[in-house]
């Protein structure tokens, strides 16, 4: 009963600041242009930023799959079946909590510890923050922004530096004084949760392989490089010129406020983001509301039923006797 009341209360929040980011994005904001503008929208374009995100998509999965190599190999062809699952499990569920889903999926299809594999998401995660920063932190000195953006992007990095430091702690933590003693009274105590954590730090332990991060973060670059292209194409179908510059900061701006609890599929967190960036490059609020509304739109829709033609294809059966072994 308490995690269902926690649960309830972390999807309510999240609606609570969806709702909130629509109101702010929406205020002021004519509209009619801004449905003239997506109405216009030339569909050449459309397609090709809808490609781009194919491609995005493609490399995150191939990055999931070095990370998860190291536990256990999984074929390409499932594996970004499972990741494309947990995508469409995010568009419809508050609080990123597809990301448990395609870890409880991969796990119960593959034999191998949810816990786990949830620790390799959890480096991707962390991954895929840094280099955001990264992108973020550079796009900002060639552009010279000044303003909220700047101070977003100050936040994002603070954010990258606590949890590479979280992340460290954790893999280290057996080694520090005191810890075989705090580990047998835990195991007395609350045996189940020590395994799970265990099995936990068996997927963060990923982090600790130089190679396997290198490759990890190469693709990051490489997948969020396409989403700046989705970016930059989304702008020529509406008529709006953005740089290489631009295109990057909105990639990065967007999806850092994704990392606020938010409703379902992000709503709102992404539009306001992606509008106060563009009205940093001193285009109209109309333009970045069309360019962030359109591109989440392309977004969501690509990775729906990306994980639609998933899900039927893989099926979602309990596992099996042969995989009940692996536990968390």
Known sequence: MRRLSTRLLRSAVGIAISVICIALALRGVDLAQTAKLLGSARLPWVALAAFFIVCDLFFRAVRWKVLIAPIHPVPLRRLSGYMLVGYLANNFLPARLGELVRSHYLGDREGISRSATLGTVVVERVVDTVVLVGIGAVAILVLNVRGVVVSAILVGMALAGLLVVALAVTLAAHRLPGATRAAAFLTARWPRVVGIVSRLRDGLGVAALPRTVAISGGLSVVAWGCTVLAFLSVGQALGVQLTVGEGALLAAGTNLATAVPSGPGYLGTFEYAGQMIAVAFAL?????????????????????????????????????????????
């Open 284 to 328: 109209p609020s109309e333009s970045g509301l069309a360019l962030a509304v359109l591109t989440h739109a392309l977004t969501l829709a690509v990775s729906s039923i990306g994980g639609a033609v998933a899900l039927l294809r893989l099926g979602w059966q309990t596992r099996t006797r042969d995989v009940a072994v692996a536990e968390g």
